[in-house]
Nanobody, 118 residues
Framework: QVQLVESGGGLVQAGGSLRLSCAAS????????MGWYRQAPGKQRELVAR???????SYADSVKGRFTISRDNAKNTVYLQMNSLKPEDTAVYYC????????????WGQGTQVTVSS
């Protein structure tokens, strides 16, 4: 069965850094596009960053220049390096794996809490 397991969340002061990891199992990781989403209380889930199977990346405007997404296909893991964190980055961060071929295959992790104090 497919599992996406996030780790690395926590409490950090504004201006600090965190690195999130998402370890995938049960999928052919290298062919999936991977993404990080976040959901703050009372808000909709939003895309933070995305990396395709060929490692092309894209970011939400709110995190450009501060966050970096990367992947290690040998470890079946995607990362989100978050620098210069702001209180508005506080949210539950979710890992997502997507493959569109003969249908759509879409998987989610359980989420990890990131709290940025001012």
């Amino acid at each position: 069965q497919v599992q996406l397991v996030e780790s690395g969340g926590g409490l950090v002061q504004a201006g600090g850094s965190l690195r999130l990891s998402c370890a995938a199992s049960g999928i052919i990781f290298r062919i999936y596009a991977m993404g990080w989403y976040r959901q703050a209380p009372g808000k909709q889930r939003e895309l933070v960053a995305r990396i395709t199977s060929d490692s092309s990346t894209s970011y939400a405007d709110s995190v450009k220049g501060r966050f970096t997404i990367s992947r290690d296909n040998a470890k079946n893991t995607v990362y989100l390096q978050m620098n210069s964190l702001k209180p508005e980055d506080t949210a539950v961060y979710y890992c997502n794996a997507v493959l569109v071929v003969n249908g759509r295959y879409d998987y989610w992790g359980q989420g990890t809490q990131v709290t940025v104090s001012s």
